[in-house]
């Protein structure tokens, strides 16, 4: 009866054994696929970079309303990727006021962050957090993602066409 239960508990252990090796095998392989993938994603986010560093510029344009304004991207991989999202659509983004000096708004998924102390001003279009589309229209001071900066435009005129209220705008390559 001993050698019974000793002979069970073997073949237990063997086949926890086996599921294991299985499993260390499938997460292995997982693994560098995914490391694959991410680095051929960051690849092309280094090749659009570098397509800006050649001299062309990365620009977008936000509507709001009637209003298209134009934003020159800045040179990092979080305003390379927001361009490759917007190759395949416009997206929009409904914001809301926060503090009286930005309009902040989910944009539905992450970009890749590149996080730097700054002060922004009126005009700059902020990452903030991976996740949060941002447009100041006054100044602060933060550990923010720099995406941009709205080309021609006072203050005055930005409060005006950003209103008070929510609003809602769309992100586009197109003007």
Known sequence: MQKKVIKNIIIIILILFIILVAFYIFMKKYF???????????????????????????????????????????NNSSAAALQEKLKQNDITVLMEDYANFEKVGELGFTLPRNDKYIKTEPGDIILYQG?????????????????????????????SILGSANVEVTLSLNN
């Open 32 to 74: 560098e696929i995914n490391k694959q993938k991410n680095a051929n994603y960051q690849e092309n986010i280094n090749e659009i970079v570098n397509d800006k560093k050649k001299g062309e510029e990365m620009n977008l344009y936000i509507k709001i309303g009637d209003k298209s304004l134009k934003v020159l991207l800045e």
């Open 131 to 159: 996740n949060l589309l941002t447009i100041y229209y006054d100044t602060n001071s933060w550990t923010f993602t720099k995406l941009g900066k709205i080309e021609n435009i006072t203050q005055e005129e930005l409060k």
